[in-house]
């Protein structure tokens, strides 16, 4: 049996997506595909556009076997930090041959061969690191700055470390190496517009288009032809009794949390500094919405998609200990279960047998089969469910949904 794995928020799905999804099981023979998936929130420290169980059933309707929850701490980490638990939680089902990825420049080789450098960091590179950051730039600009001075002969170290997916593919072969995992990566090329294109394509939009062409339109027949006809089904009556879900959506959260902590500050919470809790301290009274406020307290070395994650770190809570502690259970220790297709019955016994974690598809049996940290993590992701759920119930006028009877997606 072949399986193979993907790390991905389908925030929405598209049909990029299902294009990866497709290519990456012809490309490895896999006879299974897994996708690890970040819940209600995203990597780029926003809440997904749409529920976690609604994206997971269009994965599983256009390729996926088996969508598993990426916990909470690591769908809004860093790219290293999210990187480390998609890998690790596929690397402790213990089934897994290979993990799939797309990337912009679609060169294992080359993304191999930076990951190997960014994970011995050689002298120079090291003094070189430092003198950059040291100057105030941010962590990403200033890595690869670095790698430009100290390998000028080679031309990719200038464009491959700088694209966002680049960057997450470099971070996973990183902690494939670190592991010594036995799973095999592979790359693909992504065929759909840059990331941070605003515009729609005449073929395929990325998903940020797609998002903010949702949030500025009321119909969304543009959809089709940009998402499979599955999942333009699965948005269509799901936007028929809810509202798709924005940053700015959590203002008033966020701002009574702020408030209420101003005396105390922020640095407990993770990644937030001494100087970022000084900066939001200063500048709370001209708050007026999460996207504003990080656009104000954004500068040369906290970029606005840092300072989201921090912000969503403090609103969620977050701590810096909490999260750190979790490296010590070996990042992940359970797999929870948002749906999978019943002719994967065999991948799911296999996992069974061979996981070092457990797999938790009933919320109510969590407290049986997990203990101290591990379900301190899984009471983490609900209670950050509970505040997305909150604010859709509000945007919607529908009850909120209950994280523990809220059904797995089966097809």
């Known amino acids: 049996m072949n399986v193979s794995g993907i790390i991905a928020e389908y925030n929405p799905f598209h049909n990029g997506h ?21 819940g209600n929130f995203t990597q780029r420290g926003e809440p997904a556009i ?31 930090f999210f990187a480390a638990g998609g890998v690790t939680l596929l690397d402790r089902l213990n089934v897994v041959d290979s993990l799939c990825f797309g990337s912009e420049c679609g060169r294992i080789d080359w993304l191999e061969q930076i990951a190997r450098i960014l994970l011995e960091e050689p002298k120079d590179y090291r003094v070189t690191l ?37 960057i997450l593919g470099i971070e ?21 517009s840059d990331y941070h294109d605003k515009l729609m394509g005449e073929y395929q939009s990325s998903a940020l288009a797609l998002r903010q062409a949702i949030f500025g339109r009321q119909d969304i027949g543009f959809l089709q032809g940009q998402v499979p006809d599955s999942a ?23 701002h009574y949390k702020l408030l209420n902590e101003a005396q105390s500050g922020y640095e407990s919470y993770w990644d937030v500094t001494p100087a970022l809790s ?59 279960v948002l749906g999978f297709r019943e002719q994967a019955a065999g991948l799911l016994r296999m996992i069974k047998e061979k996981s070092s974690v ?23 992701d609900i209670a950050a469910a509970n505040i997305y ?23």
């Not at 200033?142 to 031309?155: H, V």
């Not at 989201?308 to 929870?336: F, M, W």
């Not at 604010?391 to 997606?409: D, H, V, W």
């Open 278 to 336: 000084d900066r939001i301290r200063k500048n709370l009274y001209k708050y007026t919405k999460f996207s504003d406020f990080c656009e104000l307290l954004k500068c040369r070395d906290l970029t606005y998609t840092r300072i989201s994650r921090c912000l969503l770190h403090i609103l969620c809570n977050l701590k810096g200990e909490t999260a750190r502690s979790y490296q010590t259970l070996d990042y992940v220790p359970y797999a929870r």
């Open 172 to 192: 996973y072969l990183k902690c494939l190496l670190r592991r010594r995992s036995p799973m095999k990566p592979f790359t693909l090329r992504r065929m759909d």
């Open 50 to 80: 749409l529920n976690k169980f609604a994206r997971a059933e269009m994965a599983l309707q256009n390729g996926a076997d088996l969508v598993l929850e990426l916990p909470f701490c690591y769908s809004v980490g860093s790219a290293e």
């Open 130 to 166: 430092k003198e950059e950051l040291r100057k105030g730039n941010s962590y990403p600009a200033a890595r690869s700055r670095a790698l430009t001075e100290c390998f000028p002969t080679s031309p990719m170290m200038r464009t491959v470390p700088e694209t966002p997916n680049n």
């Open 358 to 380: 457990p797999l938790i598809g009933k919320l109510a049996d969590a407290d049986k089969r997990l203990s101290g940290e591990g379900l301190e993590m899984l009471k983490n």
């Open 18 to 38: 299902k294009y990866h999804l497709q290519e990456s099981k012809k490309a490895t023979s896999a006879d299974y595909m897994v996708i690890v998936m970040s």
């Open 232 to 254: 333009y089904g699965i948005i269509k009556k799901l936007l028929e009794t809810a509202r798709p879900i924005h940053t700015d959506d959590f203002s008033l959260l966020l």
């Open 389 to 411: 759920g909150s604010i859709a119930a509000a945007k919607s006028g529908q009850p909120m949904q209950n994280e523990y009877t809220a059904p797995l997606i089966k097809l």
